[in-house]
């Protein structure tokens, strides 16, 4: 994990496992089984809370999703703190389809966005959140809070309604109509 965090991982590893064991964080295991029907392999996806869960002749985990339902700035949301996959599972439309599932797991419960934190350095997470799933860097990102103090991670959304939108996305389009009108702002 110290690539993605660089110098931080030291302290962002305390972070990190106390966020994989609190009470209100939220799994998807993907395990790897044997189809006893071909030679090939195939996934099963087991949603599982915090507590421990066995499945009888499951495989290898070969990934999983972490998330929380929070608020952010007074607009529920699904959070997701982590997503990892095995190298050898990358690039097959899994790590795609965990991440349309979470969304949709967020509209199912009525939340306004999915957020989540990227690391600068995760060129190729950065590319499948923007490129591939059409994540914006948010309004709440240090990047666009406050340009002048870098920091090595952005916070992306999706947003799924109107207020989350206002609230969540960049507005930077509006005030520069807003600066065209010669409005003041």
């Not at 590893?13 to 939220?26: G, I």
């Not at 007074?74 to 982590?82: D, N, R, S, T």
């Not at 923007?130 to 666009?144: E, G, H, V």
Request: glycine share 4%; aromatic share 10%.
């Amino acid at each position: 994990m110290e690539g993605p965090y660089g110098s931080e991982w030291p302290e962002e590893e305390k972070v990190k496992r106390r966020e994989m064991v609190a009470p209100e964080a939220h799994y998807v295991f993907v395990y790897e089984v044997a189809n006893s029907n071909a030679d090939e392999m195939t996934m099963m996806l087991t949603a599982a809370e915090t507590s421990t869960c066995c499945l009888e002749d499951s495989g290898p985990l070969v990934g999983f999703v972490q998330y929380r339902f929070v608020l952010e700035e007074e607009i529920p949301v699904l959070y997701v703190y982590e997503l990892q996959l095995e190298p050898r599972v990358q690039g097959k439309g899994l790590g795609k389809f965990l991440m349309q599932l979470v969304e949709l797991m967020a509209q199912k419960n009525c939340m306004g966005a999915v957020i989540l934190t990227v690391q600068k350095a995760n060129v190729l997470a950065m590319n499948f959140y923007i490129s591939k799933l059409r994540y914006i860097i948010s309004a709440m990102s240090p990047s666009k809070v406050n340009p002048m103090m870098e920091k090595s991670y952005e916070i992306l959304c999706k947003t799924f309604n109107d207020e989350a939108k206002t609230i969540l996305e960049d507005r930077e389009d509006e005030l520069v109509q807003l600066d065209k009108d010669g409005s003041s702002y």
